[in-house]
């Protein structure tokens, strides 16, 4: 799974996030749905609109931090590093604007960012946008099934359905992630 965050200025919706490969990074919401290709948004709002100087505090954060590298590792550790993972990227923002208060915002994962925000009011529950990749692409896609899990025992079968499509075009390869929630 994976967390963005959307912030319109002077009209514009631009999306911030940080991926493997990538790092953090700032792109017009057409830009990214054109580069990362989701199958599915699932997008919160918030509650209540930000103030002014709220959404000033969260815009300004996200900025500091374009260009620091992607990184998970410290997820299991709950030790910051030189890198961000995406739920961590946001749990900061949100710190830094005072929506939300975490006591390890490096162990933050986007399935516990997204059921804290709902939980506690602070953000609607999720409405899903579908995003319909190409006929053709889909068509081509390899669709692989059949995960397992890796804890608590590795190998054992999987707790919920997970299905990849992998498929490539002249300029990339593409992976589309359907993970069922639990």
Known sequence: THVAG???EDGEPW??????????????????????RPDELHVLQPSEAFSASRAEKF?????????RPYAV?????????????????????????G??????????????????????????????????VDE?????????TGFSRYAPVDGGPADRETEVLVWYSPSALHLGVRARAG
């Open 6 to 8: 959307i912030v319109v």
């Open 15 to 36: 999306v911030y996030d940080s991926q493997n490969g990538i790092g953090v990074r700032k792109l017009p919401l057409a830009e990214y749905l054109d580069v990362t």
């Open 59 to 67: 815009r300004s954060h996200l900025e500091e931090e374009i260009g």
């Open 73 to 97: 590792k410290h997820h299991l550790t709950g030790r910051r590093c030189d890198g961000l993972h995406c739920a961590e990227y946001m749990s900061d923002g949100l710190t830094a604007a």
């Open 99 to 132: 929506v939300v208060t975490a006591k390890q915002r490096p162990r933050v994962s986007p399935a516990s960012l997204r059921s804290g925000l709902v939980k506690h009011g602070l953000y609607s529950e999720e409405k899903v946008v579908r995003v319909d």
């Open 136 to 144: 053709p692409e889909r068509e081509r896609a390899a669709h692989l």
